[in-house]
């Protein structure tokens, strides 16, 4: 493949009608070994929420027709961002990105503290720290080979009456599309149900990978 290095990185969406090609790029993304980032699983489950809502939720970064970043909103707060393999270090790529996710006006992210998801290794990371973005609260993500067998059933244990305010809690800010901002991974962690998750996705026989770290920016 060849790029002309010389044209122009354009920022839009895939619109309703173009969810399921989005959907078939980045699943071309995914390989062993890759970094991990935006999956197709991520969007089906958005998708959840209707075609629409994904489609607004949805930011894609082309050359040439091509996609090469796509970047899938969690909120108004949280952008989690995807790269094809060979675009993870593109000059041009990473600044267009770092541009348009910074700048409020150009409908990525809005003014306020927000965040940014990004794969290991993605140059726009050091993009976004060189313009002042910081390092966020840790985040743990975990792996499970499905060509591997599948363990014994994990023990279940039933929360009593002083721990279902915690798990309510931690539950709902697992699903109800917010962000997970460093005060919610704190209330978090002080009712343990995150560590609690951990120990039972490992006890299901999933890895845990390095932890992960998000970038955020303050207000101005």
Wanted: one cysteine or more; a negative charge.
């Amino acid at each position: 493949m060849v790029c002309d290095r010389g044209m122009v990185i354009e920022m839009g969406g895939p619109g309703v009608d173009g969810l399921d090609d989005m959907v078939r790029v980045l699943g071309e993304w995914q390989h062993d070994g890759g970094p991990v980032q935006v999956h197709p699983g991520d969007v089906g489950w958005f998708w959840s929420f209707g075609a629409k809502r994904t489609a607004e939720a949805t930011r894609t970064w082309s050359r040439a027709g091509e996609v090469l970043a796509v970047g899938l909103l969690d909120g108004a707060e949280l952008l989690w961002l995807a790269f094809a393999p060979e675009a993870l270090r593109d000059e041009e790529l990473a600044q267009q990105v770092a541009e348009d996710v910074s700048a409020p006006e150009r409908g990525v992210l809005l003014e306020g503290k927000v965040y940014v998801e990004a794969p290991t290794g993605a140059l726009v990371q050091d993009l976004l720290f060189q313009d002042g973005w910081e390092s966020g609260e840790p985040w743990t993500l975990l792996r499970r080979d499905l060509g591997a067998p599948v363990p014994d059933p994990v023990r279940v244990e039933v929360s009593g009456p002083e721990q279902a305010h915690e798990w309510a809690a931690a539950l709902r800010a697992s699903f109800d599309g917010s962000t997970f901002t460093d005060e919610r991974w704190h209330a978090m962690a002080a009712g343990a149900p995150y560590v609690d998750a951990v120990a039972t996705y490992q006890s299901a026989g999933l890895e845990q990978l390095p932890e992960r770290r998000d970038l955020y920016r303050n207000a101005s």
